[in-house]
């Protein structure tokens, strides 16, 4: 007589499928996590060089304007409705007895909680009139 017990099973046990189905779940949802991340951190990388490109272009207009650029002032930008830039002057000196004002033009993103995310930041060094 052959005992049962003798038989070799090929197959996986219950606990087997149940630990091998945790493991694979765990790398899917880690994977997926790491992917939302690696997405938000290309969005803002796209914002930032926007942001640069946007900020290039005011300095350009500003300049080329007969007034210059504005030692304090305030705007939005059209092609972005959730983007502000913002100029403020940022330290004054003297170099070779010529008065500079230092300025410095900042593009913020405004996010939807309402905080103010800074895309991009220069600085330009302005000579003051007498």
């Known amino acids: 007589m052959i005992s ?5 099973n ?17 790398v899917v949802v880690a994977s997926l996590l790491a992917f939302s991340a690696h997405q938000k951190q290309i969005r803002q990388a796209r914002s930032k060089i926007a942001a640069v490109q946007v900020a290039d272009d005011l300095l350009n207009r500003m300049s080329a304007n007969r007034t210059g650029i504005p030692s304090s002032a305030t705007g939005t ?7 502000t830039w ?11 007895e010529i008065p500079l004002r230092i300025i410095q033009l ?7 909680d309402s905080n103010l995310n800074l895309l991009a930041s220069t600085s330009v060094v302005k000579a003051i009139e007498p």
Do not use: C, Y
């Open 4 to 8: 049962s017990h003798s038989k070799q």
């Open 86 to 96: 913002r100029t403020r002057v940022t330290a004054e000196t003297i170099r070779a």
């Open 106 to 112: 900042e593009i913020f993103e405004r996010q939807a």
């Open 10 to 26: 090929s197959g996986f046990t219950l606990i087997e499928v149940v630990v091998g189905l945790t493991l694979m779940a765990t």
């Open 77 to 83: 930008i059209i092609d972005h409705p959730n983007w």
